[in-house]
Structure formats: C-alpha cells, structure tokens
C-alpha cells in the first residue's frame, strides 16, 4: 500500500510561511491523486487542497484559495503545501491523503481516500 508521511509543520508567526511536505513510498504516487485536510484541536476535519496525479488540476475552498498553493514533484514522490499569509485560525495538524486517480473529479471529501498520513502540527501565532 502507499505509505505517507507529511514533514515540514512547526510555529511560526501570523503573516508567515511554512512549505509542508507530503512523501510517499510503496506505490508511485504520480499514479494518486493527492488531498490535504487539516483538523484544529477540537474540531471536525477540514478540506484544503487537492491535486490530480500529473498534476495539472488543482483544487481548493474558497477560504484558502490564494494564499495556499499545492503542488508535487512526482520524480521525488512528494507534494506539497505552500502556505503564506498565515493566520492563527490556521492552527491545526495538517494530513495528507491519497486516492487512485483514474481521471475523476478532484475530492474535498475525506471518505474517498484511501491512504493517509500521520499528521504534522502547524501552530501559528499571533
């Protein structure tokens, strides 16, 4: 199965920038497409960004359209969360997730994805 592990969380201040990483192993991932949700402690899970296995169709809420941009480099096995312009409200554990891209339509559902990350902690401060 594809294995995933998101790298790249940490503190940083509101108005800053964090690049996550998304690694995967066991399966070529330029054959996934590719999700990420975020959660906030104590609340529901949240879509963020989607992107199709060749990666040339993006996806997002309108709430992080312009300021979150995904993207991958399938020769590395990894994609990528740029986030800017951050805000405290962007605080959660950030996961990465993976589903078989047969050419369907980009997903912010969680339930169609079949593999995910452990999570990596984003904390931003005011």
């Known amino acids: 199965q594809v294995q995933l592990g998101e790298s790249g969380g940490g503190l940083v201040q509101a108005g800053g920038s964090l690049r996550l990483s998304c690694a995967a192993s066991g399966r070529t991932v330029s054959k996934y497409a590719m999700g990420w949700f975020r959660q906030p402690a104590g609340k529901e899970q949240e879509f963020v960004a989607a992107i199709d296995g060749p990666g040339g169709s993006t996806y997002y809420p309108n709430s992080i359209k312009g300021r979150f941009t995904i993207s991958r480099d399938n020769a590395k096995n990894t994609v990528y969360l740029q986030m800017s312009s951050l805000k405290p409200e962007d605080t959660a554990v950030y996961y990465c997730?993976?589903?078989?891209?047969?050419?369907?339509?980009?997903?912010?559902?969680?339930?169609?994805?079949?593999?995910w990350g452990h999570g990596t902690q984003v904390t931003v401060s005011s």
């Open positions: 997730a993976a589903r078989p891209d047969r050419g369907q339509v980009l997903s912010p559902r969680p339930a169609v994805y079949d593999y």
